[in-house]
T-cell receptor
Framework: EDQVTQSPEALRLQEGESSSLNCSYTVSGLRGLFWYRQDPGKGPEFLFTLYSAGEEKEKERLKATLTKKESFLHITAPKPEDSATYLCAVQAALSNAGKSTFGDGTTLTVKP | EAQVTQNPRYLITVTGKKLTVTCSQNMNHEYMSWYRQDPGLGLRQIYYSMNVEVTDKGDVPEGYKVSRKEKRNFPLILESPSPNQTSLYFC???????????FGPGTRLTVT
């Protein structure tokens, strides 16, 4: 069974204080690992897709990296508008192809 | 504007009264999926569809039905809703399997 575990559950940072969010996964052949941002009461919004170990993607203050067992979302010099819940998800390439498994998310709060 | 739409956005109903939540996308996406989101349980996949007339169960399909007669529409049917189906529901679509998903705005369902 595919599994995604995110840590920490919640993270409070001061504006400008860089940190990382972790996503550990087990999957029967990785088709893709996805990062989404979710604001309260809204649908998740796509951030990054990573397909193979060693891959990195960057956008503004966010950078996502991937190894064979985990992914990190690095946040550099965050601003209050980065406050949200960040979700990690995987899709399998072998058994259960078509299924998407999400982690429970990390809720980030950035204080000015 | 490229989007996923869901209707209704809010629904309060009673146990046993059949209901349908509609989902439509205007991006010509092959893959569509339904999720429910509950506090402490994260996003869980109910059903997904890789193409017209092709649907499959996700992690929590009990009590739900879906159909995919046209590419753009993927309705979620609750034939006999129960209070444990009270939740926030999201529809999502992607170009094909393995690509990022675009989420609708959500449907908040309360079953009394």
């Amino acid at each position: 069974e595919d599994q995604v575990t995110q840590s920490p559950e919640a993270l409070r940072l001061q504006e400008g204080e860089s940190s990382s969010l972790n996503c550990s996964y087990t999957v029967s052949g990785l088709r893709g690992l996805f990062w989404y941002r979710q604001d309260p009461g809204k649908g998740p919004e796509f951030l990054f897709t990573l397909y193979s170990a060693g891959e990195e993607k960057e956008k503004e203050r966010l950078k996502a990296t991937l190894t064979k067992k985990e992914s990190f979302l690095h946040i550099t010099a965050p601003k209050p508008e980065d406050s949200a819940t960040y979700l990690c998800a995987v899709q399998a390439a072998l058994s259960n192809a078509g299924k998407s498994t999400f982690g429970d998310g990390t809720t980030l709060t950035v204080k000015p | 504007e490229a989007q996923v739409t869901q209707n209704p956005r809010y629904l309060i109903t009673v146990t046993g009264k059949k209901l349908t939540v509609t989902c439509s996308q205007n991006m010509n996406h092959e893959y569509m999926s339904w999720y429910r989101q509950d506090p402490g349980l994260g996003l869980r996949q109910i059903y997904y569809s890789m193409n017209v007339e092709v649907t499959d169960k996700g992690d929590v399909p009990e009590g739900y039905k879906v159909s995919r007669k046209e590419k753009r529409n993927f309705p979620l049917i609750l034939e006999s809703p129960s209070p444990n189906q009270t939740s926030l529901y999201f529809c999502a679509s992607s170009f094909v399997l393995g690509h990022e998903q675009y989420f609708g705005p959500g449907t908040r369902l309360t079953v009394t």
